[in-house]
Every structure is written in structure tokens, then in C-alpha cells.
């Protein structure tokens, strides 16, 4: 009897390292090194800049950013910020037209995303990242600028504008906002035993790895609307630079650094600052319901909110010939 179950325990054991064995091979991927990825994503208005913002206690931290900067300098300047899980590249169709209609546009990966660098004490926030930004406009002289993003990077946008614009001599003429996060999103990481289990080590270096293609490519599918099509190089891009080494790890390991934006749109408010606001109908990540809380915190206008059928969370990728009538208009207004 008891050899029977040592027989049927080892059988269960082996079994299950098999299943451990099969799923590495199944969802294990590693890190590409940033040589690598240059060979690709490094483009020819591609630039690297080291800068240094302050921590809130007053820390010097210094990062490697990649942006990239098309058009003429003295031409008038946008910056455009990516989301979560994105980078620089989702605006480059808009860039080429905003271009050729006399813009100089500036994109930035933001920490942790792309082909930028992370925070050395792995903590992130859209303070920092708005601290990035105008760090970045600092060391490039530019003093005047229209800002949009999209989901995360709208959050930094608005949370950037309520802070800087004003600020020794610093002015925001407009502020563009994308499917974007709302204060209330805006920080905090998930609270659950198992997150907090998977984000420390030895496990965040195991489980951050388990980012296979396929499964990138559905959580993309379900980003865009039913109107868009995802192309494959698309999902590549994504999927490479997510791989950056220490990208996925971070996403794990990052904490959060408390601050309080719950004033950031009252503060906007006050600053009467034109704002247009682009969402994608089909959004699944942050709703289009959302648009009411913008409307209503930033006493908005119907003509200020342009809403896209059929498109999802990404609008000017997913049809930038579509969105970007739009944003031309909003600027030659302003």
C-alpha cells in the first residue's frame, strides 16, 4: 500500500514538473538588450538626453531618456505622450502631418517605456514623469507648447499642465487629452496577496518574463475598436520594447509615489486653458463615460469632445487619418 502511493506521489510529482517545464517553454520570454532594439526602433529623429529631476525628498535622479523630435526648431511646438505600455512611436503618423503643416513636435518615451531608462529606486509616478518632461523642454530651451497624451500619457499631460503652466514664464497654450486617464485613475498599484506575492523576489524576476506574443496580441485586439486593424508590425513593437531588459520586471517592482492630484483640474480650470478632448467609443480600458467627468470638471463644451465610432483606446493609431483633421484644427485655432 505504501509503495503504491510512493508510486502514485512520484507519478503526481514528475507530472507536474513537467507542467512547470512545459509552461516555460509555452510563456517564457527574454529580455532584448537595448542594442538590439536600437537596430530597429532607433529612427532617425531618434535623440538621447540624461537628466536629472528631484525626488520628493529632494534626491537628485538622474535618467536616460529617448525622444524623438521632428520638424523645425522656431516652428511652434507640441509634445505628445504615449500610454501605458506604449512608447514615442504610436504618434509618428501624426507627426509627419503635423510636420508638413508647420509644427515641431517633440515625443517622449516616458520612464520605464520604450527606449528610455527607469528610476534607480524603482518608483514611479506621473509627477516624475511630468518632472521628465519639463526637464527635457528645459535642457532644449523651449519655453511654450501645446501637450497631449494619451490614457497615462494624458494623466502626465494634465497633471503637467496644472503644475508648469505659468511657472517661470513656462506656458501651455493647449492641452490635448486622448482617452485619458482621470485623477482618480491616476495612481496605485493593484492590492491583492497575489501581486504582492509575484512583485518581490525571487518571483518578480520569474513572472515578469511570462509575456508570450500571443497573449500580447489578444490584450492588443481588445484595446483597438471594432472599426481598426491591428497589424501585425504593430504588435511587434509593442511586444519588443515591453521586452526592453528590465521593462517587464519593473512593472512588478515599481512602487508608487504618493501624491495628491485631486486639485490638478481645478487648477486647469482656473488657468482657462483651451482643451480638446478625442476618445475612442469603443474604449474597454478606460470607458467613454469618462468624457462626462472631464466635461464636467474642466466646464467643457460639446465642441471641445470629439468621440471616434468603432475605434478603441488608441484612436490616433488605430486611424490616425481619421483623428488627426481633428487635432489640426484644435492647433490652428489656438
Known amino acids: 500500500m505504501i509503495r503504491k502511493l510512493l508510486k502514485i506521489f512520484k507519478i503526481f510529482v ?31 529623429s531618434s535623440q538621447y538626453k540624461t537628466l536629472t529631476i528631484s525626488s520628493l525628498e529632494n534626491q537628485d535622479l538622474d535618467i536616460m531618456i529617448h525622444y524623438q523630435e521632428v520638424g523645425q526648431a522656431g516652428d511652434p511646438v507640441i509634445v505628445l505622450l504615449h500610454g501605458a505600455f506604449a512608447s514615442s512611436h ?74 508648469y503652466h505659468g511657472f517661470d514664464g513656462f506656458e501651455v497654450k493647449g492641452l490635448v487629452l486622448i482617452d485619458a486617464v482621470f485623477p482618480s485613475m491616476s495612481g496605485g498599484r493593484p492590492s491583492s496577496s497575489l501581486f504582492d506575492l509575484v512583485s518581490n523576489e525571487p518571483y518578480a524576476s520569474v ?3 511570462m509575456t ?74 478606460i470607458p467613454v463615460s469618462t468624457v462626462e467627468l472631464f466635461k464636467t470638471a474642466l466646464q467643457l463644451s460639446d465642441e471641445d469632445i470629439v468621440i471616434y465610432s468603432g475605434l478603441g483606446h488608441v484612436p490616433m493609431e488605430e486611424n490616425p487619418e481619421l483623428t488627426f483633421p481633428d487635432l489640426l484644427s484644435f492647433l490652428n485655432g489656438l
Do not use: C
Not at 517553454?25 to 532607433?42: C, G, K, S
Not at 519639463?134 to 530651451?141: F, V
Not at 475598436?225 to 517592482?253: C, H, M, P, Q
Open 207 to 209: 513572472f515578469s518574463q
Open 212 to 285: 508570450p506574443r500571443f497573449l500580447l496580441g489578444a490584450i492588443l485586439k481588445g484595446v483597438y475598436g471594432s472599426a481598426s486593424v491591428l497589424e501585425s508590425e504593430t504588435v511587434d513593437r509593442y511586444y519588443d520594447l515591453l521586452r526592453r531588459a528590465g521593462n517587464r520586471k519593473a512593472i512588478l517592482i515599481n512602487t508608487q509615489e504618493s501624491i495628491d492630484t485631486s486639485s490638478a483640474l481645478s487648477n486647469l480650470l482656473s488657468m482657462d486653458i483651451p482643451v480638446l478632448v478625442m476618445w475612442g467609443s469603443e474604449d474597454s480600458w
Open 14 to 44: 514528475l507530472s507536474l514538473m513537467a507542467l512547470v517545464v512545459i509552461a516555460f517553454f509555452v510563456f517564457y520570454r527574454f529580455d532584448l538588450e537595448l542594442t538590439d532594439l536600437e537596430e530597429t526602433y532607433f529612427t532617425e
Open 90 to 163: 504610436t504618434f509618428l503618423p501624426w507627426a509627419e502631418k503635423l510636420k508638413d503643416s508647420g509644427y515641431r513636435i517633440i515625443m517622449i518615451d516616458l520612464p520605464y517605456h520604450g527606449l528610455s531608462e527607469g528610476f534607480s529606486d524603482h518608483v514611479t509616478s506621473i509627477r516624475r514623469s511630468a518632472s521628465v518632461v519639463k526637464a527635457l523642454l528645459d535642457s532644449l530651451s523651449i519655453d511654450q507648447v501645446v501637450i497631449g497624451g494619451n490614457s497615462m500619457g494624458g494623466g502626465v499631460s494634465w497633471y503637467f499642465t496644472s503644475v
